[in-house]
């Protein structure tokens, strides 16, 4: 589904993690968001597709990072 033109639209502060090695959904979809919402910051974990499982600690302190510079 191409959501380009709805992702445009997203103002507040986003973080885009993308998964370096993800066959799925692959990184240069996570670089396409970042490139389409004003602002994004896009981080990208050694992962294949699931981040939250197989970098947990690096996930969190990304998203805490984040979250506290906000």
Known sequence: M???RTAALI???TLVI???YDTVTL???GELIAK???GAK???LPAV???NVEYQTEL???VLEFLQVK
Do not use: I, Y
Request: hydrophobic share 40%; proline share 8%; glycine share 4%.
């Open 60 to 62: 969190l302190n990304v």
């Open 42 to 44: 896009l981080t990208l």
């Open 27 to 29: 990184p240069e979809h």
């Open 18 to 20: 993308a998964g370096q």
């Open 36 to 38: 389409t919402v004003a």
């Open 49 to 51: 597709h699931l981040s």
């Open 11 to 13: 103002s507040s502060p």
């Open 2 to 4: 191409d959501m380009r």
